[in-house]
């Protein structure tokens, strides 16, 4: 019996050896890819954690500039900021409060720069698409308004879609093409939630152009004529 068993241990032995020999070097190469990607996957989230905690310092520095009103300070941190964590999202926060208050001192040119550069190098679509409709406010307030409109023509979120329409009548308007103004301002009030604040302001503008936003929102569309460039 013992030698029936020790002839049964050896040639399983021998299929084990077999079958490594023939797929032993496949076997080990899948083992390090997965362990490696584990292990990088492991050093990628590291890192990314490592940035956003180091961005967010910065940021601060940021935010303490804006508050204080130091804009030569503000523009040296968002310096930093950007040069160091450009792809860390605090940046992207910094730098949309830094142009906020550039903007709001009189610092128009160094407003749009920063602007466009969260427009155009943000990795998150959100922070992008908000960057794009403050980018066209600045553009619109310097009656640049091909500019403006060509911020507002690529492609957004859906969620930004209202805002985005709302932007776009804001431009039209000032061109003095009333008519294209109200059919953005009618779709943005008629995507917008029902219970946003923000309806309101647009509910307002149609008001003025002479479009009873009630009636739009019942279906019987507005009470002031779809065309001409006259409310």
């Known amino acids: 019996m013992a030698n029936q068993l020790d002839l049964e241990e050896q040639e399983q032995l021998d299929q084990v050896r077999h079958f490594w020999k023939q797929y032993g070097n496949l076997i080990t190469g899948v083992l390090i890819a ?4 584990m292990a990088a996957w492991n050093g990628w989230q590291y890192w990314q954690r490592s940035q956003a905690a180091q961005s967010a310092v910065l940021y601060d520095e940021v ?3 804006a508050q204080a009103g130091d804009l030569e300070h503000l523009q040296r ?11 860390a ?6 730098v949309l409060l830094g142009a906020k208050v550039l903007f709001e001192n009189g610092k128009v040119d160094a407003a749009r720069e920063a602007l466009g550069w969260v427009a155009d190098k943000s990795p998150d679509e959100g922070y992008q698409a908000i960057a794009r409709l403050r980018l066209a406010a600045v553009l619109l307030d310097g009656k640049k308004y091909d ?4 911020q507002l023509a690529g492609s957004f979120p ?3 879609a209202p805002l985005v329409a709302d932007r776009r009548g804001d431009v039209l308007r000032a061109q003095g093409k009333t008519a294209e103004a109200r059919a953005e301002y009618s779709k943005a009030y008629g995507t917008m939630e029902r219970n946003a604040e923000y309806r309101q302001l647009v509910e307002v503008k149609l008001n003025a ?6 009636a739009l929102a019942a279906g ?11 409310p």
């Open 34 to 37: 997965v362990f490696g990607s």
């Open 147 to 150: 500019e403006a409109l060509a």
């Open 220 to 230: 019987t569309g507005a009470s002031a004529p779809a065309t001409g460039n006259k």
């Open 89 to 94: 999202l605090p940046t992207q926060q910094a």
């Open 209 to 214: 152009l002479g479009v009873d936003p009630q």
């Open 77 to 87: 941190a968002m310096t930093d900021i950007r040069s160091r964590f450009a792809g």
């Open 63 to 65: 935010d303490r500039a």
């Open 158 to 160: 859906p969620s930004f």
